[in-house]
């Protein structure tokens, strides 16, 4: 075996953002989205009554058309993420800029519209955060000729406004770069961590291929090769190739490592791949449940599988079937159905080795193993935590 590390797909700038990004910033615009529409509600209903009694309809509308963007912000946010965060983003520079031109420095204004800039940020992608930049210093660079023409509706020294200007400039360039560098980074971070989990699943997965390699070529026929030598040589073989098995069928693209039941079974049995049970053919059931469960788990479900499906040449059935079935959201069972077995011993398992793993790995995934007549047939069957 080569000692190369794997071969790992880099994504681009654009895969990565897609991949890494996307997921973390609709989580972060729903709650964006749920804190204004609570916070908001309480802001509301004062500030159009100041307004009116201030006689400030503009106000009003400004309020109340913000409040009221954010319900289709909300349900587009799943199927059409940009274009929400981009209405997010809107309204709030709305806000600002609306704030900012009736009533001046007063209701915070300036705050409001470094708002968009930071929000922006963490939501839209470099060119958008680039276009909310330069729109907000168009609304300062407009309210500044507004200022000196003297159209606008209140009053401030012009030096003490390129002060304020000054200080929002500085802290919008902050937050820009602070963001920015921080969701860099955060990419880097997640791509060498799917690196590392890549290698590392490349060492076992080739160790475990290095294992079998071995272990077939020590139970080749040989002179001085016992048949039940050769025999227990070949059931550790399948067993490294059920665990093995198990690891490749880790979901990796959520980063969650789980491991699909029906994706488990067919990795194992139905995959030209997969372990070679020839003395009958093996019918996986289509209506498998959505069953997944940890890499611990799915290791040991993995070898008793195995030793299940293997029992069947002792009874020597026409064909099996696999199903899985879920309890509820901590147990679910995998049975292997044995279909009219020109013999019925009793038990299924009867090789002591088999047995005392079959038991021991139950125990370790918090199940138990059953084998029940049904009819003509015999069921053997797995319950284990999920």
Same mark, same amino acid.
């Given at each position: 075996?080569?000692?190369?590390?794997?071969?790992?797909?880099?994504?681009? %700038?654009?895969?990565?953002?897609?991949?890494?990004?996307?997921?973390?910033?609709?989580?972060?615009?729903?709650?964006?989205?749920?804190?204004?529409?609570?916070?908001?509600?309480?802001?509301?209903?004062? /500030?159009?009554?100041?307004?009116?009694?201030?006689?400030?309809?503009?106000?009003?509308?400004?309020?109340?058309? %913000? +409040?009221?963007?954010?319900?289709?912000?909300?349900?587009?946010?799943?199927?059409?993420?940009?274009? #929400?965060?981009?209405?997010?983003?809107?309204?709030? &520079?709305?806000? /600002?800029?609306?704030?900012? @031109? #009736?009533?001046?420095?007063?209701?915070?204004?300036? $705050?409001?519209?470094?708002?968009?800039?930071?929000?922006? !940020?963490? $939501?839209?992608?470099?060119?958008?955060?680039? %276009?909310?930049?330069?729109?907000?210093?168009?609304?300062?660079?407009?309210?500044?000729?507004?200022?000196?023409?003297?159209? &606008?509706?209140?009053?401030?020294?012009?030096?003490?406004?390129?002060?304020?200007?000054?200080?929002?400039?500085?802290?919008?360039?902050?937050?820009?770069?602070?963001?920015?560098?921080?969701?860099?980074?955060?990419?880097?971070?997640?791509?060498?961590?799917?690196?590392?989990?890549?290698?590392?699943?490349?060492? *076992?997965? !080739? !160790?475990?291929?290095?294992?079998?390699?071995?272990?077939?070529?020590? #139970?080749?026929?040989?002179?001085?090769?016992? %048949?039940?030598?050769?025999?227990?040589?070949?059931?550790?073989?399948?067993?490294?190739?059920?665990?093995?098995?198990?690891?490749?069928?880790?979901?990796? #693209?959520?980063?969650?490592?789980?491991?699909?039941?029906?994706? &488990?079974?067919?990795?194992?049995?139905?995959?030209?791949?997969?372990?070679?049970?020839? +003395?009958?053919?093996?019918?996986?059931?289509? !209506?498998?449940?959505?069953?997944?469960?940890?890499?611990?788990?799915?290791?040991?479900?993995?070898?008793?599988?195995?030793?299940?499906?293997?029992?069947?040449?002792?009874?020597?059935?026409?064909?099996?079937?696999?199903?899985?079935?879920?309890?509820?959201?901590?147990?679910?069972? *995998?049975?292997?159905?044995?279909?009219?077995?020109?013999?019925?011993?009793?038990?299924?398992?009867?090789?002591?080795?088999?047995?005392?793993?079959?038991?021991? @790995?139950?125990?370790?995934?918090?199940?138990?193993?059953?084998?029940?007549?049904?009819?003509?047939?015999?069921?053997?069957?797995?319950?284990?935590?999920?």
């Amino acid at each position: 075996m080569s000692d190369t590390p794997a071969a790992v797909h880099a994504p681009g %700038a654009e895969d990565s953002y897609t991949q890494i990004l996307i997921p973390w910033q609709r989580r972060l615009l729903t709650r964006l989205i749920q804190i204004f529409a609570v916070i908001g509600l309480f802001a509301l209903i004062p /500030g159009i009554y100041a307004s009116l009694q201030a006689d400030m309809p503009v106000i009003v509308v400004l309020d109340v058309g %913000a +409040y009221a963007a954010l319900l289709p912000a909300y349900l587009l946010r799943k199927r059409w993420y940009e274009l #929400s965060a981009v209405m997010v983003v809107l309204l709030q &520079l709305m806000v /600002g800029a609306g704030l900012l @031109l #009736s009533v001046g420095m007063e209701a915070a204004s300036m $705050l409001w519209m470094l708002a968009p800039i930071l929000v922006g !940020n963490l $939501l839209l992608r470099t060119r958008g955060t680039v %276009a909310v930049f330069a729109i907000c210093l168009g609304v300062i660079l407009l309210v500044t000729v507004l200022l000196l023409a003297g159209t &606008l509706p209140w009053t401030i020294q012009i030096s003490v406004w390129y002060a304020i200007v000054g200080t929002y400039i500085a802290l919008a360039t902050i937050l820009t770069f602070a963001t920015r560098f921080l969701l860099h980074h955060l990419i880097q971070g997640i791509l060498y961590e799917q690196d590392l989990n890549h290698e590392l699943d490349h060492r *076992v997965r !080739n !160790n475990l291929q290095l294992v079998h390699s071995l272990i077939q070529l020590q #139970s080749r026929p040989r002179g001085t090769t016992s %048949a039940s030598a050769s025999e227990a040589l070949t059931q550790l073989n399948t067993r490294i190739m059920a665990m093995g098995a198990a690891f490749s069928a880790v979901k990796r #693209s959520d980063r969650s490592f789980r491991v699909g039941i029906a994706h &488990l079974i067919r990795q194992l049995f139905g995959e030209p791949a997969g372990i070679p049970f020839e +003395y009958c053919p093996i019918h996986i059931s289509a !209506n498998v449940p959505k069953i997944s469960v940890t890499v611990d788990t799915a290791v040991p479900v993995a070898i008793i599988l195995t030793e299940m499906v293997a029992a069947g040449r002792v009874c020597e059935p026409e064909w099996i079937s696999m199903t899985a079935i879920s309890h509820g959201r901590r147990d679910s069972s *995998v049975s292997v159905r044995f279909h009219r077995p020109r013999r019925s011993p009793k038990p299924c398992i009867t090789d002591p080795l088999s047995q005392d793993i079959v038991t021991a @790995l139950a125990g370790h995934v918090g199940g138990f193993y059953t084998e029940t007549p049904r009819g003509e047939d015999i069921e053997l069957s797995l319950t284990f935590r999920t």
